[in-house]
Structure formats: structure tokens, C-alpha cells
């Protein structure tokens, strides 16, 4: 990147909107000024693209390949400029213009290439790769559409498609040069080649071609600039008379359909397989694309496929692409006519896995029969490696069978993701101290009694980049006054925040940003939902998916009781409070969206209600994605991570908050462990029960949610109101709701995720939290708290964590 030359950067966009639109820039919409922005940003990066790529050849450096089949990286422009170090020049430039550079990033929609945590830690760690300087690729799909755009009709969730490509994606390069050919379906047929040894070949296959759009990923202040590759599907031929004439019509007809449907959509499902043929072809469609690239890739630079291992590792996000560890098998044995130990030796050493869930409808199993119809060879080779697992399993443990049924791959019809992943990796990590700790006890205990080495944990992380300097610009500047602006690429520097709690000053000034940041949400909140909002009221932010496990309705439910309190109360003490919420549910997912449908409902009677004179709002914010996130976090009091213990691995929305100086009003789950231990118990609200509980009642039982709501009369009442039309005249229209509370059905417990069991503690803590709101001063000290020990939480140092125990790479020289 050269020196910020601003006549060259408005001649750029100028050009740009000149060769694309045919318009002078004071013709030009918001649009294409946006288009001619980016485009002149892209090109100041150019170079550096280049240099890093050539750095990286010449220094033969590790590479890693980041799979995952979710990169939430959301817009790109904003970011980029950040990265760039050239706000305040771009932002100077366009108020010239007569723009205002928000207005700008405005334009630019979403890349929501996932659904939440697991494909938005994806581009957090895109983004500490480059800025701390190792040598990365990102792996994934390019949906046509990603996530849906959620819109809220008459308090219902309605799923619009999000077709974020249709006005062009200017910081794309699509990469022909690099096109494979995967192949689907047909058999496998058996020749003995000329020096006498098997050789499989898969024939009467339909095939696609995978074509690769690199999109650059910038590191902060540094040239760094990494590739996400996303591939894309095309048709191996376009579709002809002459295959009319052959008879193969019909075979044309169907590879021309697979090509315009595997990349069409992203699933949208959260911690839930959808289980559909067409996301196993997702799967490995990328999958084989990226390994088959990246073999390549390798063998262009070294001679000996042996020694693949010492320069690419491949990180498997969750188990989704876990066909990597067969289809490298398949090429080595396959394209490079290895035999089968050696190559089984430099598969396990190439790829390492994490999980990210031990919820068990998120557990990836495909039924055999169709895994073997789609990928013949792939299932051959799956079936050898549990074979031979299996031996290995009754070699160690003769006489206990159990442990077959537990771990085989194959089993009962199915082939088990994560078993393979396990036993195909030289590494197995959770994502928080917590999650490992149970991978390691319960649900993967037996693998981690037979590769213990192979376990080990990386607590979650955010980058600062964007959830702080680019989100939240005020308190970004005012630390950066405080303690200089080492925090962006070293969070652990926001410690020097320390001394600053004890000035009453600086305190104050803390608080005002707050402030400033609950006005600017306000504003949002008054445009989009037609509400106004009090920014002197408790701004309390419960904003992730909707899940069952993650409790929005204990949330709800404790709405609905403090509303209760205030009817049968008016003179009651109460401090004004906000509740937001934002989420979106899964499509087909009933429960979540009856969810929904009831925060929307309860907001209607209560925002409505006079008689309460405005101590409560309730506000849903319609499709909750990465860009309104933002804004989100840097206004929260309050930071709801209020999960069932045990079932959020990690959570990483709860680090964004802690930055943002919210306070975590949560259970002992996942990472909000580790923020407790980072920000001292007296500074977090805990309540519920501890993760060893839950798991104590989900083995043993001995839970009645009947009795708790007998005992209980305010639990009873707020239960009832789900069902006796206080909300809906429609009185069925809660009754599932309901149903999982009391009555629970198909071998499901009722309140399976005990919200009844929490209420009580929850109630309390909520209490805390008034209490303690209510003295500023020590609310300030403990905001300001959680800003300056969330250093941990950076996704920099999860970063040099996988680098200095599984990825094992190097620094590029620039
Ligand atoms: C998962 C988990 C989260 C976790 C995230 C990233 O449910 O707890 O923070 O991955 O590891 N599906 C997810 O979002």
C-alpha cells in the first residue's frame, strides 16, 4: 500500500463509477459510490496481496487451511478501511464528496456466509491470521444466498432470501486459473494396472466444476493479506444437443442441476443438522476442492508428498467438513499411489479438528446408504479406516465390547462425523476451559482415554478490530487516549486501564460513552421498530441465536413476571429498564419461533400499557446479523449469557459485551467461566445451576418442574399467562411453549433445558442487578472493569495458541 494520496483516491472512485455506471460521481447513486469505494480500496490493497503471496513462496512457510463451511464475516469495506489505518482520511475524503462514510458502509450488505458463533469465530480468526502475520486460507462456500434476512410481521419471524450477490461483490476475484472437478455418485471399479497393483477408479459419475472467488483478508497496519476462498459450482459442460444425440440427455440434465444447486443456499440451521443429501454434497464439494487445491498447491513448490505435514495443516471447524480426512486419504492413494500406511501417517498428521457442540442434535451422522451412493470411493475408504480402528479399539481393550458401540465409525446404519474426525486427527480441541473439560469426562471419554495426547482446549475469541475500534469508535479513541493504541493488536495492554477506575474523571467519562452509545441505539431502535427508548434505562441485551438451550424465554418469562409485579404494584421501586432482544430462529425450528412470537407478543401489551409509565420496553431488533451487532454491544448494560450450564460451548457473543464494558449476567457456561475468572465474581451476576448439576439430573433424573410450579405461585402465574390469553386471544398459540415446560413428549424430559429449575436464582440475580445499578459508581467501576481484563478474550491470542500448539507456524517476513 502506498502513501494515502487523496487526489489519486477521488480520481479512483471517479474512474470506477465512470467505467461501470457511466455516470459522474454527482450523478452517481449512494450505491455506486459505495461500488466505487470499495473498488478503489481493493485496488490499494492489491499489492500487498501479491507480495504477501510471494513473501509467503519464497519463505516456504506452514500454511494453514481454515475449513469451514461458515465465514459470518459480514462487510468487508469498513473493516478493510480500518485495517487500512485510513479512516480518518477516507472519511475526509468523502465528507468533500458531500458523504458521510457510515452512510457508505451502509450500503454494503452483509457476507452472512453463516449462521452464528461457529462461522463468526471463523472470520475472527481470518482476521487476527493476518494482522498477527502467519500465512492462512480460509476454506468455505459462496452461497449464493446466505443467511435469510429475517423480517418480523405481526410478531412472527418471516425469512426472506438475503441475495447479497445481486448487486456484485467488488471485493471478489474469481480465480477460473484454479477450477477442479469433483466428482458424485456412480461406482467404483477395481483394475490391476501394468506393475500388478489395484488401482479404483470411479465411473458413471455426474461431476461439477468448483471454481474459486478469493476475497482478501487485511491484517491491521501490517500488509499482511490473507485469502478467504469460497468456491463456487458450475456445469462441466454447458448443456448441448450433442449429448442429446449420445442419449445422454437425461445425465446432462441432472449435472447441470447439481451445479446450480450446490451452492445456492446456506443451511440455516444453529447446532441442529438439517441431515439433507445436499448438504453432504456441500460438504464435499468444498471440501474435495480445497484439499485437491491445496495438494496441489504444495507439489508446485516441494518434491515429497511424504513430507505434506511440515507445510499445510488443515483445521477442520467442527465436524461439517470432516470428508477432508477421506478425501486426502483418496488422493495419496488414489492420484499419488501411496500405499495405505503411509498415507493413513500423513493424513493423521495433516488434520486437526474442533468441536464446537456436544448438543446431540448438532452430532453429524449420515445414514451409510446414501453416503455410500454419493461418495462410492470415499465410503470404501471410510470403511477401511474403521476397520482398521476397530482393530485397533479390540487390540487395546479386549474384553471391553462396549467400547465398539461407543466409538466405531460405522455403526447402526451410520457413519459417526465425529468419530472420524477424532480418530483421523493429530489434534482434537474444545472451545472453552469448561466444554473441553466435559469432551474430556463425558461425552468423548473414550477417545480421550485412548489419545489423550490428542486433546487440548482454545478458549474462544473476538477480534478488539472490529467489535471495538470499528464498533464502538468513542470508547475506542478514549482508551486509545488513555493508554495508546498498543490494545488493537495487544488486548492484554487494556490492563493499563487499571488505574483509571479510581479517577472519578475518567469514570465519568466512561459512562458518558456509554450513554452516547445507548442514544446512538436508541436512534436506531426509534427508525426500525417505531420505539422510543429511554437511554437512562438499563439497556439488558440478550442478542445470538434462538435456542432452546441458550433460555431467551427464561428471559421473557422473567419479563412477564416483573410486569406482573408492576400491575399488582404500581408504587413499587423500580429502575427503568430495556429489554432488546434479537435473534433468529431457524426456519423449520417450531419452539424457537413460537419463541419469538412471544417476545413480540408480551412487547405488544407492555410497551403499550400506560399504566406502567415506560419502567419497561421491550424491543425485538429485526434480523440481527454482524453490521447492527455492532452497535449493539458498545450500548449494553447488561450482557444475558444465560444458558442451560453445559450446553454453550463457549459463546463468544458474551466476550464481544464483556469488551464493550456490558456486564455478564449469565450461568457458569462455557467461556462465561473464564470471564468470571478474568473479571472477579464480584463484577459478573451469576445464577443456576453449575454445569455438573444438569448433567447429574439429565443421567439421573429426579427433576419435577410440576412440583417447582405447584410449590411456586409467581412461577405458576407467568406459566399460565402462556396459556390463559393474556397475551393471544389465540390461547393454543403458546401451548408448545407451555407443553416443554410441564409436560415434555416423545422421550423428551419437560423443561428439558430448566428454565423453571434457574427461575427463582434468575429472578434474583436480576434483583442484583437493579441493585447494583442503581449505584453508578460502582456499576462504572465494574464496567470498566470488564473493559480492562477482557484482554484474554482476543482472538489474537487464541490465535497464537493453535500456532504454538497445533499449527506450528511461522511469522511472514514483509
Ligand atoms: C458453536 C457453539 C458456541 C461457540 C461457537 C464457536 O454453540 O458456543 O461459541 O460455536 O466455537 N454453533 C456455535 O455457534
Redo the contacts with the bound molecule.
Keep these: 500500500m502506498q502513501e494515502f494520496d487523496k487526489k489519486e483516491f477521488i480520481k479512483n472512485v471517479e474512474e470506477y463509477i465512470g467505467v461501470f455506471f457511466r455516470r459522474p460521481i454527482e450523478d452517481a447513486t449512494k450505491q455506486q459510490v459505495y461500488q466505487g469505494v470499495a473498488y478503489t480500496v481493493k485496488n490499494m490493497i492489491i499489492d500487498d496481496w501479491l507480495e504477501t503471496h510471494k513473501a509467503y513462496e519464497e519463505q516456504d512457510l506452514k500454511t494453514v487451511y481454515y475449513l469451514s463451511m461458515e465465514f459470518l464475516v459480514g462487510r468487508a469495506l469498513g473493516n478493510m478501511i480500518t485495517n487500512l489505518k485510513a479512516d480518518s482520511s477516507i472519511r475526509e475524503v468523502l465528507e468533500e464528496l458531500g458523504y458521510d462514510l457510515e452512510n457508505i458502509e451502509d450500503e454494503e450488505p452483509d457476507a452472512a456466509l453463516g449462521?452464528?458463533?461457529?462461522?463468526?469465530?471463523a472470520a475472527c480468526f481470518l482476521d487476527s491470521l493476518s494482522t498477527l502475520g502467519y500465512p492462512a486460507y480460509g476454506c468455505g462456500i459462496r452461497y449464493k444466498y446466505g443467511m435469510f434476512e429475517q423480517r418480523i410481521e405481526n410478531g412472527y419471524q418471516v425469512e426472506v432470501p438475503d441475495n447479497w450477490l445481486k448487486n456484485g461483490n467488488p471485493f471478489e476475484i474469481k480465480r477460473s486459473e484454479y477450477a477442479t472437478t469433483i466428482k458424485f455418485g456412480g461406482y467404483v471399479r477395481m483394475i490391476r494396472d501394468e506393475f500388478g497393483n489395484d488401482r479404483f477408479i470411479q465411473e458413471d459419475y455426474q461431476s461439477v466444476r468448483a471454481i474459486p472467488y478469493d476475497m482478501p483478508i487485511l491484517g491491521y497496519g501490517n500488509h499482511v493479506v490473507n485469502t478467504l476462498r469460497i468456491w463456487d459450482a458450475e456445469a462441466i459442460d454447458t448443456f448441448n444437443l450433442d449429448s442429446f444425440d449420445k442419449g445422454e440427455y437425461q445425465k446432462a440434465v441432472e449435472q447441470q442441476n447439481l451445479a446450480r444447486t450446490i451452492c445456492e443456499v446456506l443451511y440455516p440451521n444453529?447446532?441442529h443438522i438439517a441431515g439433507k443429501e445436499l448438504r453432504l454434497k456441500q460438504q464435499y464439494f468444498f471440501v474435495s476442492a480445497s484439499i485437491q487445491r491445496a495438494v496441489a498447491k504444495y507439489m508446485e513448490a516441494h518434491e515429497d508428498i511424504h513430507k505434506l505435514y511440515e507445510k499445510v495443516v488443515f483445521q477442520l471447524n467442527?465436524t461439517h467438513p470432516t470428508v477432508t480426512v477421506p478425501e486426502l486419504m483418496r488422493i495419496l492413494l488414489d492420484d499419488y499411489y501411496l500405499g495405505w500406511e503411509e498415507a493413513w501417517e500423513i493424513t493423521s498428521k495433516t488434520c486437526a479438528y474442533?468441536n464446537?457442540?456436544i448438543?446431540s442434535e448438532?452430532l453429524e451422522k449420515w445414514p451409510i446408504d446414501l453416503f455410500k451412493k454419493l461418495l462410492p470411493r470415499i465410503y470404501q475408504i471410510v470403511e477401511e479406516i474403521n476397520r482398521r480402528f476397530i482393530m485397533q479399539i479390540l487390540s487395546e481393550y479386549p474384553s471391553e465390547a462396549k467400547k465398539i458401540e461407543k466409538m466405531a465409525i460405522l455403526y447402526d446404519g451410520q457413519v459417526r462425523m465425529a468419530n472420524l474426525a477424532i480418530v483421523g486427527s493429530f489434534s482434537v480441541n474444545g472451545?472453552?476451559k469448561l466444554?473441553t473439560e466435559i469432551l474430556m469426562k463425558q461425552e468423548l471419554k473414550d477417545f480421550y482415554e485412548m489419545f489423550p495426547w490428542k486433546f487440548n482446549n482454545k478458549t474462544?475469541g473476538i477480534t478488539q478490530r472490529r467489535f471495538l475500534l470499528h464498533g464502538n469508535p468513542l470508547l475506542a479513541s478514549w482508551i486509545t487516549g488513555k493508554i495508546g493504541d498498543g490494545w488493537i493488536t495487544d488486548l492484554s495492554q487494556m490492563e493499563k486501564l487499571l488505574p483509571y477506575i479510581e479517577d472519578e474523571q475518567s469514570r465519568k467519562e466512561f459512562m458518558e460513552i456509554k450513554y452516547k452509545n445507548k442514544v446512538r441505539l436508541a436512534a436506531y431502535i426509534k427508525e426500525k421498530n417505531g420505539i422510543i427508548v429511554n437511554p437512562d434505562s438499563i439497556f439488558d441485551v440478550q442478542v445470538k441465536?434462538l435456542h432452546e438451550y441458550k433460555r431467551q424465554l427464561l428471559n421473557i418469562l422473567h419479563v412477564m413476571y416483573l410486569y406482573n409485579q408492576l400491575k399488582s404494584n404500581p408504587e413499587m421501586e423500580f429502575y427503568p429498564r430495556t429489554f432488546i432482544f434479537g435473534a433468529k430462529a431457524s426456519a423449520g425450528y417450531e419452539r424457537a419461533k413460537a419463541i419469538i412470537k412471544l417476545i413480540n407478543s408480551v412487547a405488544e401489551v407492555v410497551n403499550n400499557d400506560e399504566t406502567i409509565q415506560d419502567k419497561i420496553k421491550i424491543i425485538f431488533i429485526e434480523n440481527y446479523r454482524v453490521s447492527n451487532a455492532e452497535i449493539i454491544f458498545a450500548a449494553a448494560d447488561v450482557s444475558e449469557q444465560i444458558s442451560t450450564a453445559s450446553k454453550?460451548?463457549?459463546?463468544?457473543g458474551n466476550m464481544k459485551f464483556m469488551l464493550n464494558g456490558a456486564l455478564t449476567l449469565g450461568t457458569l457456561d462455557?467461556?462465561n467461566v473464564e470471564i468470571v475468572e478474568e473479571a472477579g465474581a464480584e463484577n459478573v451476576f451469576l445464577f443456576g445451576l453449575h454445569s455438573d448439576e444438569v448433567i447429574e439430573y439429565e443421567q439421573h433424573g429426579g427433576y419435577s418442574p410440576r412440583e417447582l410450579y405447584n410449590s411456586d405461585k409467581d412461577m405458576k402465574r407467568v406459566v399460565d399467562q402462556l396459556v390463559d390469553g393474556t397475551y393471544s386471544t389465540d390461547k393454543s398459540l403458546f401451548a408448545t411453549l407451555y407443553d416443554s415446560l410441564l409436560a415434555g413428549r416423545g422421550g423428551e424430559p419437560a423443561d428439558r433445558y430448566f428454565i423453571l429449575k434457574d427461575f427463582k436464582s434468575y429472578l434474583e440475580a436480576q434483583k442484583e442487578v437493579e441493585k447494583a445499578y442503581l449505584k453508578k459508581e460502582s456499576w462504572a467501576r465494574a464496567a470498566m472493569r470488564n473493559t480492562a481484563k477482557c484482554g484474554k478474550f482476543s482472538s489474537d491470542r487464541t490465535i497464537e495458541e493453535y500456532v504454538r500448539d497445533i499449527w506450528h507456524l511461522n511469522k511472514v517476513h514483509l
Design positions: 449462521n452464528g458463533g461457529l462461522g463468526r469465530l444453529d447446532n467442527d474442533t464446537h457442540t448438543m448438532a472451545v472453552a466444554h474462544n441465536r454453550e460451548a463457549s459463546g463468544t462455557g467461556a
